[in-house]
């Protein structure tokens, strides 16, 4: 195109010249345009391919969340999640997800968001004062109860919480353990201004307080027949107060200030057979011969 610029230039004078950079400036025009299209097609189809890959994610977690809720977590199977997602591809929870526990870390924290941000801001009305334990239960108890009224999965959330907390290894701490800012995490903290050094340290109340929160959230939203949970919810915050400030009996906190290792000596003294070995299928099988005989 330059090389035409110059041959009018030759041919035309200045006039030529003129025209030939004006068509020379169109077409570099029309360049940018078309790069400018296509930058903002290809802009475009990230966006479609990346609210697309949202809607799948929340489809999967919902899927989850249903499943874990109504069967049981160890119950339901990845490949069954994503049938119920609609989901063909039968690696995209594995894409989305990894594995089952980050999907199960997903589920809970679609709802932790909003149940942190509501405990906050109770917090937040406590430590201004003036301080009172039953204000401090509202603010464990009243965000989760919330749950009870949320169609999105609200209901689910909460029997897959019930679950959790009723396994003999917890395997997802009620509070996230990577945010020290979790609103969990706060109230413990708060909360243990109430409560005897025993209760806190060594008995683990706090952990048995929201135990118990859960196990009654959970059943409760198995079946949420009443719109109305005012009164269900202001004799559970009773309820875990209670818990909280129980005293002690003297029998309780004599052991609890035994080490560990004696009431263990003693327990295993009491209760465990001699013999560490359990009884072979085939021991117990010879044994009920020689008996019969």
Not at 143 to 153: I, N, R, V, W, Y
Not at 163 to 190: G, K, M, T, V, Y
Request: glycine share 6%.
């Amino acid at each position: 195109m330059l090389a035409l610029g110059f041959e009018l230039h030759l041919a035309t004078g200045e006039a030529g010249s003129v025209l030939a950079m004006a068509a020379l400036g169109k077409t570099r025009s029309s360049k940018r345009v078309a790069r400018a299209a296509v930058g903002g097609a290809s802009s475009l189809s990230r966006d479609i391919a990346r609210r697309s890959g949202e809607d799948t994610r929340l489809k999967l977690i919902r899927a989850a969340e249903q499943l874990f809720a109504e069967r049981g977590i160890a119950a339901v199977s990845l490949r069954e999640i994503n049938r119920s997602a609609g989901q063909r591809n039968a690696t995209a929870l594995q894409y989305h997800f990894g594995t089952r526990r980050q999907l199960m870390a997903a589920v809970l924290d679609r709802h932790r968001v909003d149940v942190g941000a509501r405990r906050h801001a109770l917090l937040d009305q406590y430590e201004a004062g003036p301080r009172d334990l039953r204000m401090l239960t509202t603010a464990l108890v009243v965000p989760e109860a919330g749950k009870l009224s949320d169609p999105d999965g609200g209901c689910a959330y909460l029997r897959i919480m019930a679950q959790l907390l009723q396994r003999a290894e917890l395997s997802l701490d009620p509070a996230d353990p990577e945010a020290p800012q979790d609103s969990i995490h706060r109230w413990r903290r708060l909360v243990a201004e109430w409560m005897p050094e025993l209760a806190v340290r060594r008995l683990h109340r706090r952990f048995t307080a929201i135990r118990i929160l859960f196990v009654e959230l959970g059943r409760r939203a198995e079946n949420p027949r009443s719109r109305n949970h005012k009164l269900f919810v202001s004799h559970l915050i009773d309820l875990i107060q209670a818990i909280l400030i129980a005293p002690l009996s003297s029998e309780t906190e004599e052991l609890a200030r035994q080490p560990k290792a004696v009431i263990k000596e003693e327990r295993v003294a009491r209760h465990e057979p001699k013999s560490s070995k359990r009884p072979t299928r085939a021991r117990v099988a010879g044994s009920a011969r020689g008996a019969s005989e």
